[in-house]
Structure formats: C-alpha cells, structure tokens
C-alpha cells in the first residue's frame, strides 16, 4: 500500500470512506491505514477522520509528487502513464533526456519543484522558482519521422492552453506562434522540444512545459514579457490539477495530430488559439518581413500575408515573430 493508493480511494469518493473500506479496498489492515493518513497529515493534507463514518479528505497541498498527481481521479484518462518528481533537479528536460533510452510503450513525465538549470529555446535560462510553477517534461517515443516531431510543440502548446482553460475557464489565454502561452500579451509557459534521433528513426522525444502558475517575482530583465497566472488574474491554482488536465488534453490533441500524422485535423482548432492571427506580425532572423498573420498549414508553419497580397510561409526555428509594436 502507498500514499497513492490512500488518496485514490479517498479522492474517489466525496462523502467519507470507512477505515473498514479502506482496509478491504487496500487490503491492509487498520494500523497501516492509519500510520498513513498520518503521514499525509504531516505533508499538508487536510484529512478528516469522524467516528462511524471514516475519512474524508477536505483539501490537498499545492504539492507535485507523483503520489498527488497519480491519484486524481481523472489521471488515468490522460496521456502520461507513470510520474517521476523530484523536489530540486537541474533541468526535467536533462533527467529525461539521461533516462530516455529506458522508454518503450509508456509515457513518462518528469516534474520537479525546482530546477537549477532550466532550459529554454536557444539555451536561453529559464528561471524556476521552487513551490510557484510546473517545470516538467514529457517523454515518449512517437511512431513519425524525425521531421515530424517539431509539430509536436504546437500539440503540446494547444494542450496547455486548453488545461489552463478547463482549470479556470475565465481566463483569456492564448498562442503566440508557435508555442509560447500568453496572458494578457505576457508570456506564461515556455515549450522546449528536443529527440534522440537517426534520419528516419526516433529513439525518444521529449518535450520540457514551463508554465508560471502561480509566480510573482521575476527578474527585471524578464518584467516586461514575462507573467504567471496569479499575477494577470488574481487566482491562485493548484498545480496538480493543471498537469493532470494537460495530460487529458495532450491525450486528446495527440490522437488527431497521429491519424495523419500531421496538423491537418488541427489546424482549424490552432487558429482559434492563435492570438496572432489577423494581426501585423514582423519577423527577426534570416527572413525580415511584415504582414498580416493568417493562420497556419498542416505543417504547423505560419501564414503571412504581405501587404502586395501575396503569402509567405514561415518556419519555426528559421525566424522569430513579433507583434508589430511589441511582443504580441
């Protein structure tokens, strides 16, 4: 018997759930039960134990353990099949990335408190506060060819964006192209791909989120873009309930972008996250242009439209794209 399997039962039932029945359910007897309520006690779980009618589990720490993340309810509709938390590692992407060759059928996720070195696009720093955000990656190994697996950042963008949406529908998230998440024109969640690959084969992908939940601090260099949830809408969120809602939503999204294996079946889905469609974008890089974003193909590139009429198609990674006076 495991904290996990304590809590499964105790989430799996709104009313209270007898130590008999847990007993029975875990088949243990009443003393295990009972050093592990404890214990959950003393991590922050608010647990309620009544003479006659048994436990019942009030409210849950803000915490990311597997054993918290693993129990809720609607975890086994998603897309991830085992969690592995640390409380300080220095990049979730790098922890993968070393166990990457044990992957096979199941999809790992790495998830951490704490990261001392996180990556973002281009080796950039990514700041990870302990207890504030949700630092993790995604291993898996996709059944596509290597040029594919890019398209998989807009898969996780669109999946992030709609778990934030289940967990609080009032919020006005949206896409920046490709794949960063913003929140009133600030950027909250940053997406990092990386794989192991030959030229038609690949050994594993993994695929880092950073999604400032509920961060209030951050560096002044970063004032001016960067954001958390809290800070634009005042709502505190409890973490967990944001992984386990991106897990069911990549599960989701992930299943149509495979029966093409491309973003055909998406594309219509993108563009209504898309807030840089119908806007004056600029690019940066080795194509400097203008013009009006009009969406994107099944190949996740952007569409612009200059001002003659005519249409260019953009790659990520080729430019980076800004809002005409500012970052969106």
Not at 24 to 53: C, F, H, P
Not at 195 to 212: R, W
Not at 250 to 271: A, G, P, Q, R
Request: glycine share 8%; aromatic share 8%; hydrophobic share 40%.
């Amino acid at each position: 018997m495991t904290k996990k399997d304590v809590l499964r039962v105790l989430k799996a039932d709104d009313s209270y759930v007898s130590g008999q029945a847990l007993c029975e359910s875990l088949g243990v007897s009443r003393t295990a039960v009972w050093k592990q309520m404890n214990q959950l006690k003393t991590e922050g779980y608010d647990i309620e134990s009544v003479s006659n009618k048994g436990y019942h589990i009030n409210s849950a720490p803000d915490i990311l353990t597997d054993y918290e993340i693993e129990s809720e309810p609607m975890f086994k509709e998603g897309f991830v099949d085992e969690v592995v938390f640390f409380d300080e590692i220095d990049s979730t992407n790098n922890e993968a990335k070393r166990q990457g060759d044990t992957i096979r059928d199941k999809a790992k996720l790495f998830i951490c408190e704490s990261q001392t070195g996180g990556r973002g696009r281009r080796g950039r720093n990514w700041v990870s506060p302990s207890g504030s955000g949700i630092w993790m990656s995604l291993l898996f190994k996709p059944d596509i060819t290597p040029a594919s697996a890019s398209m998989l950042t807009i898969v996780t963008a669109m999946a992030v964006k709609a778990a934030i949406t289940d967990v609080l529908p009032e919020s006005d998230c949206m896409i920046k192209w490709p794949n960063d998440i913003v929140l009133n024109g600030k950027k909250i969640c940053g997406i990092l791909t990386e794989m192991s690959a030959e030229l038609e084969y690949i050994h594993y992908v993994v695929i880092g989120v950073g999604l400032n939940v509920n961060t209030l601090d951050f560096p002044e260099e970063l004032s001016d873009i960067a954001s958390s949830i809290l800070k634009e809408t005042g709502v505190k969120v409890k973490r967990s309930e944001l992984v386990v809602a991106f897990s069911k939503e990549f599960n989701y999204f992930y299943k149509k972008f495979m029966k093409e294996k491309d973003l055909s079946s998406l594309v219509t889905e993108y563009d209504a996250m898309l807030i840089n469609k119908g806007r004056e974008v600029v690019t940066s890089g080795e194509l400097a242009i203008s013009g009006t974003a009009v969406g994107i193909n099944s190949m996740g590139e952007l569409i612009i439209k200059l001002k003659d009429g005519d249409l260019k198609v953009i790659r990520a990674g080729e430019v980076s794209v800004r809002g005409l006076y500012g970052y969106v």
